[in-house]
């Protein structure tokens, strides 16, 4: 049963200094992230080889034994290949070492890594952390390079390039809110050498060299900060523009490891409209309405909030044939078109268009392509975008609605679609988001409308009462020095923990499972934080864990 969190509760709460007890610093070790490189096109994660160098000396090193095996002079430049007795790693095209069985790694104390070879916004990346040369799961001949670095300083690398400084500070702050939660947890993981990668397949990152000093200070005042939806890590997706609606998750997306389309719902990625009063654009007439309209939206300084695409039949028959063949040659996309289209076959004369199922946002889930030689229907919002290209590029979204036009014997003549937004429109809507913080919206609001029903706080810690438990420490930012603890606890006598060098425990008088919440502002201070969490006593709590974090801005409505 959850407890009232006003002072009162604190009479279980004592402060353990005035009784000669003091908790010893912990470690505290951040949170490390691996980032898989990608080559400058975006299309691969695997080399054949990798050019590196440093604006300081660095050290080259092979990580199964803990050798250095070259101290790099500054500038130098090294290249590291893979063979079948192991990596290379030669200079001016002579191997210095050779036969090198494990990682190679490679770590500058004053400098930046740079990868010579790769090209972001036209320039040469640079990385802080280290790098490591792994060898590439799917292919012996090939190599990964993974960029290994704290997490906020990955931030810095991600923030300022899924959205512009110009967006504004708290828009950024939701940015970077949101980016941490799709690292901690993003929709799907299919890396085994890396975490993440750093293309728009995952999100955004081009290292050090394009950081900005307002994207820092948004990555540096929400330090630690994720959003929660009832005490867990949300996986925040976010898009470019939702087009004044945002979708429900389960209408755009299927499930990441059954294909299973519509996927099962997320709660707090509801279709929710932006201003207008509007509920539920399932409908022909509704989406029409909306789509072909231009109301009252955060997303109005989007250039892609309304837009249009015309296409003669004949261009169109074209269009869907050729990509429909394109689509139905890869398994998973060809899942989702039904019947199986036989990219041989004839595609035929187009004889309509029809919408079978929309989402609450208008988007469209299903549609139905008729012609002289077959029917199909196409699911998923990615491949109907990708089924209706013009000029060799996919729909902005499937906000659509279609105009067809037709002559005197009911034949096609044209086909123009109307649309909104671009991307899928789940969750934060990034122009959305620059619209409302130069409306005056903190970031706590902007994360708390595109994600329903959330809390923000810090990542929950899972202590267990077990030999070897260690303290955990966090560190976090709290703009306005307030704030709750949350305690999931299994039933341990006494919770321990320290926050900004004040000790504290918290007696349960409980043995059974509870969940309390304990006003902790008078140990809070505005910016940064420290938190330490100690793990219950294995004397009387063998067996037994908690769980807890601390929540900055309640969710609405709790």
């Known amino acids: 049963m959850l407890n009232p969190y006003s002072s009162i509760i604190f009479v279980v709460i004592n402060l353990l200094l005035s009784i000669g007890f003091s908790f010893a610093e912990s470690n505290y070790q951040e949170q490390l992230i691996r980032v898989g490189i990608s080559t400058s096109d975006f299309k691969y994660l695997e080399y054949p080889s990798v050019r590196v160098s440093c604006s300081s000396s660095y050290d080259i090193m092979d990580l199964s034994t ?7 002079q500054p500038g130098s430049i090294y290249e590291i290949k893979i063979t079948a007795g192991g990596f290379v790693i030669s200079m001016g095209g002579k191997p210095v070492v050779s036969n090198i069985t494990g990682t190679v790694g490679l770590s500058s104390n004053n400098g930046y890594i740079k990868l010579v070879d790769i090209r972001r916004k036209g320039i040469v990346p640079s990385y802080r952390g280290k790098i490591e040369i792994v060898k590439a799961p799917t292919n012996s001949g090939k190599l990964s390079v993974v960029n290994i670095l704290p997490m906020d300083e990955y931030l810095k690398g991600v923030v300022p390039n899924e959205l512009p400084p110009s967006f504004g500070l ?11 939660n799709y690292a901690i947890r993003p929709r799907e993981k299919t890396y085994t050498q890396f975490d993440i990668c750093d293309s728009v397949m995952c999100q955004v990152y081009f290292g050090y060299g394009t950081e900005a000093p307002l ?16 005490g867990d890590v949300i996986t925040a997706l976010y898009s470019s523009s939702c087009g004044g609606f945002s979708e429900a998750y389960e209408s755009a997306f299927s499930d990441p490891k059954t294909n299973k389309f519509p996927a099962t719902p997320l709660p707090y990625l509801k279709a929710k409209c932006d201003i207008a009063k509007a509920d539920d654009l399932s409908s022909e007439t509704a989406a029409a309405a909306f789509y072909k309209s231009s109301p009252p939206s955060f997303d109005v300084n989007s250039s892609f909030y309304r837009w249009n695409r015309i296409w003669s039949r004949s261009e169109l028959e074209t269009v869907l044939s050729g990509n429909l063949s394109k689509l139905s040659t890869n398994r998973t996309d060809a899942m989702f078109i039904k019947p199986e289209y036989n990219p041989g076959s004839l595609f035929g004369e187009l004889k309509n268009i029809k919408v079978v199922q929309r989402g609450k946002s208008g988007k469209v889930m299903t549609l139905q392509i008729e012609t002289s030689n077959g029917t199909w229907q196409i699911s998923k919002e990615l491949l109907i975008r990708r089924l209706f290209t013009k000029v060799g590029r996919m729909l902005p979204s499937a906000n659509i609605v279609f105009d067809i036009t037709r002559g005197t014997s009911d034949e096609i003549l044209s086909v123009k679609v109307n ?6 429109g789940v969750g934060m809507s990034q122009y959305g988001a620059s619209y409302m913080s130069k409306q005056g919206y903190k970031f706590d609001k902007i994360i708390q409308h595109y994600y329903s029903g959330t809390a923000i706080g810090t990542v929950p810690v899972i202590m267990f009462a077990e030999d070897g438990a260690t303290p955990i420490k966090k560190e976090f930012y709290v703009p306005d020095g307030k704030g709750y603890l949350w305690v999931n606890n299994e039933g341990i006598p006494q919770v321990k923990l320290c926050i900004n060098g004040k000790d504290l425990v918290i007696n349960n ?10 006003n902790i502002s008078s140990y809070l201070q505005k910016g940064k934080n420290i938190i330490i969490f100690y793990p219950p006593n294995i004397k009387d709590s063998e067996g037994l864990s908690l769980t807890m974090w601390v929540e900055i801005f309640e969710a609405q409505g709790s």
């Open 66 to 72: 803990g050798k250095v095996l070259i101290n790099a």
């Open 170 to 180: 708290e828009a950024l702050k939701a940015q970077a809110v949101a980016a941490r």
């Open 215 to 230: 994207s820092n200070q948004a990555v540096e005042e929400t330090a630690g900060l994720v959003a929660l939806y009832n």
């Open 419 to 424: 649309g909104g937004g671009f991307g899928h």
């Open 509 to 518: 008088k409980s043995s059974a499972l509870s969940k309390n919440k304990y």
